[in-house]
């Protein structure tokens, strides 16, 4: 049967290709043309005109594209109290390609008191009719992204002490979203995935941090942050391997972390990236609890070639083998834009998918 609360039969992650009228007016404040008010008006214009085609495409979430930001996690962990941006040595490494190089420090207590995104939220719950979902990063990718060496030691010499801080600040964050009238948030984590894949378990001990204990510390964080969720909220998790510019970073199948993710987080979602072989198999979903659902990306976001109905109904029927359908949703795997550079396809091909992932949600669950 068809869902009129979150998640959604069809659903998104979150990020948008950025317009036109966006990048150009983005560039243009870098460069002092304009100022941030000229910026945020253009911005609102274009949120607006964007929510509104998610809503004519028939998507019953709404987001605002992460039109207003750089990075999927940077620009919200940077308006913590005590982290800042700053430029690094080299950017992130994915497949092929490489990012800005741009990273966060802890230079000070970490807390949540006055951010932005609280604002973004508002003006997003202004503009839609539809259901407004907020997207931030899971606390996790404040300490995966830069580990010990990005937290100043005389902050915090030990690490208990930075996770305490880090889950009270996403508590209060969770919370101002949904005194805001949020009612549908999303951690964004990407972190949890990537402790399923042995290079990157490598590269954890190599800095000097325990992979299996790291993956229960994160189910902590996320426990958390979720306590502060207000009556009514529906908290989902989007889980992903890299997406920038249509390349990725990690590999391996959900069956590590299984267990923990569906059981021991207490999040109500999680939207799974299931797009190519990178992903592995859907057995892990037979760990699902009852209450829980799973949103199914088996469409991606990284190309612009359409997948065909048939084609997701297969995916679909192969994948409630593991959990019912009932349990299950419909998504592309992640965002068509993690960053403001976007993923190599055309609008009209980023357009052409959610449609296509709303006529297939109407065609199985009705």
């Given at each position: 049967m068809n869902r009129t609360k979150p998640p959604f039969r069809a659903d998104q992650v979150g990020s948008l290709l950025r317009s036109a009228a966006v990048k150009e007016a983005r560039t243009k404040r870098v460069t002092g043309e304009i100022t941030q008010a000229q910026l945020k008006a253009v911005e609102d214009a274009e949120i607006a005109r964007l929510v509104a085609?998610?809503?004519?495409?028939?998507l019953k979430g709404v987001t605002d594209g992460e039109f207003r930001r750089s990075w999927w996690h940077y620009d919200f962990l940077a308006g913590l109290d005590g982290v800042e941006l700053v430029s690094v040595a080299q950017g992130?490494?994915?497949?092929?390609?490489?990012?800005?190089a741009e990273g966060l420090h802890?230079?000070?207590?970490?807390?949540?008191?006055n951010h932005p995104m609280i604002d973004h939220f508002r003006f997003l719950k202004s503009v839609a009719k539809a259901t407004p979902k907020m997207t931030i990063p899971s606390p996790t990718a404040l300490h995966y992204r830069g580990g010990r060496q990005a937290i100043d030691t005389?902050?915090?010499?030990?690490?208990?002490?930075f996770f305490d801080d880090l889950g009270r600040a996403y508590a209060r964050a969770v919370r101002a979203f949904g005194e805001a009238g949020c009612t549908y948030l999303q951690l964004d984590e990407v972190f949890v995935a990537y402790l399923c894949d042995p290079a990157q378990r490598d590269y954890l001990r190599g800095r000097g941090d325990d992979p299996d204990r790291l993956l229960h510390i994160y189910a902590d964080l996320v426990n958390a942050a979720v306590s502060g969720r207000t009556p009514g909220m529906t908290i989902s998790m989007h889980l992903c391997r890299g997406n920038f510019r249509s390349t990725w970073m990690a590999q391996g199948g959900y069956e590590p972390v299984a267990d923990v993710l569906f059981n021991k987080m207490g999040v109500d979602a999680y939207f799974m990236e299931y797009d190519s072989e990178r992903a592995g198999g859907?057995?892990?979903?037979?760990?699902?609890?009852k209450h829980k659902h799973a949103v199914l990306g088996i469409m991606t976001?990284?190309?612009?070639?359409?997948?065909?109905?048939d084609q997701l109904k297969r995916r679909l029927d192969e994948?409630?083998?593991f959990a019912s359908l009932?349990?299950?949703c419909l998504s592309p795997q992640c965002g068509f834009a993690s960053t403001e550079e976007g993923n190599l396809l055309a609008e009209e091909e980023q357009w052409a998918k959610l449609a296509r992932c709303v006529e297939v949600a109407e065609e199985v669950w009705g």
């Open positions: 085609k998610q809503e004519a495409v028939g992130l490494q994915f497949k092929g390609t490489q990012t800005k802890v230079h000070g207590r970490i807390d949540f008191t005389s902050v915090y010499p030990g690490m208990e002490a859907f057995e892990p979903l037979r760990m699902l609890p976001s990284k190309t612009g070639a359409l997948e065909s109905k994948a409630a083998k009932d349990q299950l």
